[in-house]
Nanobody, 127 residues
């Protein structure tokens, strides 16, 4: 089973940027959908952005459209989430996940399920 490790989280002021990385032990195209999720205190876990490898389709939650970008580096077995114009409501524990299911990317991001998860990296947006 693939091992995932997130990094790049931290404390940033509103309006700032962070780039999260998700390093995988074995990142083949068998893991068709890659996703970034976040969990803020008092809220349910939310699918932030997902990428479907088979066709390159992407999904972004309405709350992050135009500010976040998901990308994949196959050579380095890494997935990134570039986060710009960060807001306090972006605060949370961010996880990456992968799964081999061939479902529409929005369906996967909103409903899942994802079989492999990383431990998460904390993002705090505060002045």
């Amino acid at each position: 089973q693939v091992q995932l490790v997130e990094s790049g989280g931290g404390l940033v002021q509103p309006g700032g940027s962070l780039r999260l990385s998700c390093a995988a032990s074995d990142f083949t195209l068998d893991y068709n959908t890659i996703g970034w999720f976040r969990h803020a205190p008092g809220n349910e876990r939310e699918g932030v952005s997902c990428l479907r490898s088979s066709d390159g389709s992407t999904y972004y939650a309405d709350s992050v459209k135009g500010r976040f970008t998901i990308s994949r580096d196959n050579a380095n077995n890494t997935v990134y989430l570039q986060m710009n114009s960060l807001k306090p409501e972006d605060t949370g524990l961010y996880y990456c996940a992968v799964d081999g299911a061939i479902n529409p990317v929005q369906t996967m991001c909103v409903k899942g399920p994802f079989g492999s998860w990383g431990p998460g990296t904390q993002v705090t947006v505060s002045s």
